[in-house]
């Protein structure tokens, strides 16, 4: 039973280059998160998903672009990555908006 | 919108010995709240939660937490720590209307002494 999974687990990017984090579950969850952790912040809403066709903005959503493809995947986008976004992104999922949430293994992101 | 409070950002107590966890939370209605664990280099994995009834709730790994409406607060406990407990641990917060997902604290660090 893989829950959720995020691809890449690791990346390195040069200012300014795009890339997309994918993620997926196969839980039939409803609802899809991605959230960034940085040391002493916790972990921050990106942009979350509450339902398949339907997405929101969260906390820090500048930067960042999102796409709900169908029920099971939901990625995100840098355009042109920044310093800023160096981070550890995760990807979650849920029954519902305020269930539960799984989270998968994590994306470090370094941008140089 | 709600918000989440952990008080000790890193806190050391023997192996055997008690634990609490501070959280404290805002939000004006009756929340749903989480405690989730960090591994170092892993993914959040749930502790417990609470969403209604009765305000002592048991999670996995022998952790308990205790809802307190009137002090805004629902801290984690153990009665014996184990070395693997050392890890991060995270309180969230959702509610139940407008947006509804978890709002995560900036996280306490336990270590765990020999």
């Known amino acids: 039973n893989a829950g959720v999974t995020q691809t890449p687990k690791f990346q390195v990017l040069k200012t300014g280059q795009s890339m997309t984090l994918q993620c997926a579950q196969d839980?039939?969850?409803?609802?899809m998160y991605w959230y960034r952790q940085d040391p002493g912040m916790g972990l921050r809403l990106i942009y979350y998903s509450a339902s398949e066709g339907t997405t929101d903005k969260g906390e820090v959503p500048n930067g960042y672009n999102v796409s709900r493809l169908n029920k099971r995947e939901f990625s995100l986008r840098l355009e042109s990555a920044a310093p800023s976004q160096t981070s550890v992104y995760f990807c979650a999922s849920s029954e519902q908006e305020n269930t539960e949430a799984f989270f998968g293994q994590g994306t470090r992101l370094t941008v140089v | 919108a709600q918000s989440v409070t952990q008080p000790d950002i890193h806190i050391t107590v023997s192996e055997g010995a008690s634990l609490e966890l501070r959280c404290n939370y805002s939000y004006g209605a009756t929340p749903y709240l989480f405690w989730y664990v960090q591994s170092p280099g892993q993914g959040l994995q749930l502790l417990l939660k609470?969403?209604?009834?009765?305000?002592l709730v048991q999670g996995i790994k022998g952790f308990e937490a205790e809802f307190k409406r009137s002090q805004s607060s629902f801290n984690l406990r153990k009665p014996s720590v184990h070395w693997s407990d050392a890890a991060e641990y995270f309180c969230?917060?959702?509610?139940?209307?407008?947006?509804?997902?978890?709002?995560f604290g900036s996280g306490t660090r336990l270590q765990v002494q020999p």
């Open positions: 969230a917060v959702a509610s139940d209307t407008g947006r509804r997902a978890l709002t």
């Open positions: 839980m039939n969850h409803n609802s």
């Open positions: 609470y969403f209604s009834g009765d305000t």
